[in-house]
């Protein structure tokens, strides 16, 4: 259940144009967080080479993230390990295009790599073999 009462007001209208799949309206509502916020916004780095800021949270359980891969000068951090994620998510391009690469694990005993999964708690992952 989102509690609207406590939102953000430009978080709610992303979140609107979200479910309405509405790109301007996202763009719009997000030009305006920045322009309220701009004083308390740090992009953190993702070892994809990405930045992304957290624009809040819709409910309980869920939250918005800005994930920012234009111009971003950052190469992806060669010793990350292909992971998948122990949540759900949803992605909507508001500019550009996103590529989901899927792969499948097969056993090689001749192999140099390992896969991960990802464990979440306390907003920390932990990558685990």
């Known amino acids: ?8 007001k430009d978080v709610l209208n992303i979140n609107r144009g979200f479910i309405t799949r509405d790109s301007e ?4 509502s997000l030009l305006s967080y920045i322009i309220n916020n701009i004083r308390k916004i ?6 994809l080479g990405f930045k992304y800021f957290k624009l809040g949270k ?9 994930h ?27 500019y550009g295009i996103l590529k989901n690469t899927k ?5 090689d005993i001749s192999s ?12 920390k992952s932990r990558l685990v073999l």
Do not use: A, C
């Open 112 to 123: 140099n790599g390992y896969i991960y999964n990802v464990k979440f708690r306390n907003e």
């Open 25 to 28: 309206k996202i763009y719009s």
């Open 1 to 8: 259940m989102v509690s609207y009462k406590y939102m953000d």
């Open 42 to 47: 740090v992009f953190q780095k993702h070892p």
């Open 68 to 94: 920012f891969w234009i111009d971003t000068n950052e190469n992806q951090d060669n010793e990350l390990q292909i992971h998948d994620h122990s949540f759900n998510f949803e992605s909507f391009v508001v």
């Open 103 to 107: 792969f499948k694990s097969k056993k």
């Open 58 to 66: 819709i409910s309980n359980t869920e939250e918005f993230r800005l």
